[in-house]
């Protein structure tokens, strides 16, 4: 049960995801989760350095889409700024969000990459639609309390993931 949360990719941040990680999975999509994974929870703007990674994941030829639990008024005015497609209200960890956003990209679960925050939100989304997953830190550690009260938990069980993955090691899993 615990391996079937284990993420694909552990990273710190998702400005350390490149297209040579995605390329050989034959990754050809990303949803994207915005809070805290492409900014900051309470921030109104997206950084420099994000949108620029936005343009270069882009420029490479991947289809990009937001997904997110947020409202839809709030996603929208992001997903304009960041020039792509959105998916709100997508109930995460429920698998549904992410078949809306498969459908969204065009693209079957196969090829598809879930890249969040959050092991029993987004990763586990990604897990139970069939989708690659990349779980990143969170941006700051300024969150809903909702979320806070998931944080121990999570790092209970990726401390327990990390254990066992050491003892065969291999940094991705397919
Ligand atoms: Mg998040």
Known sequence: ML???APNLQLNSVLDLAVDQLRP??????LLDLDCTLKDYHAETVPERVLAWVDQMRSAGLRLCLLSNGKPRRIERFSKTLGMPFVAKAFKPLPFGCYRGLRTLALPADQTAVVGDQLFADVLAGRLAGLFTVLVRPTSPAEPWFTRLKRPLER?????LNARQQRVPQTVHT
């Open 25 to 30: 999975a034959g990754i050809r999509g990303l």
């Open 3 to 5: 391996a079937f949360l």
């Open 156 to 160: 209970f069980v990726l401390r327990c």
